[in-house]
């Protein structure tokens, strides 16, 4: 998972968390019963999880571009004195 993909996914679990208790806590404030509450909080948690955890393949649309490696010192310097 790229960077982007990393604030997509940070992004999609809270909006998923806050709109599922946003909802739930209406509907459980409706009708006075806050297990309710609790249970749109949990399919939220579940959805969230289900999307954020594994690495889809759109959250890596930005590859990170590693520098060239960089050759050992060590191993030169030991071939210089030889």
Known sequence: MDYKGQQLAELLFYWIIIAFGAVGW?????????FIVFKFWLV??????????P??????????EWLDSVPNRQVESKESSK
């Open 26 to 34: 209406v509907i459980g404030y409706m009708h006075q019963d806050f």
């Open 44 to 53: 939220g948690v579940s959805i969230s999880v289900v999307l954020c955890v």
């Open 55 to 64: 690495d889809w393949p759109f959250y890596n649309r930005n590859p990170i």
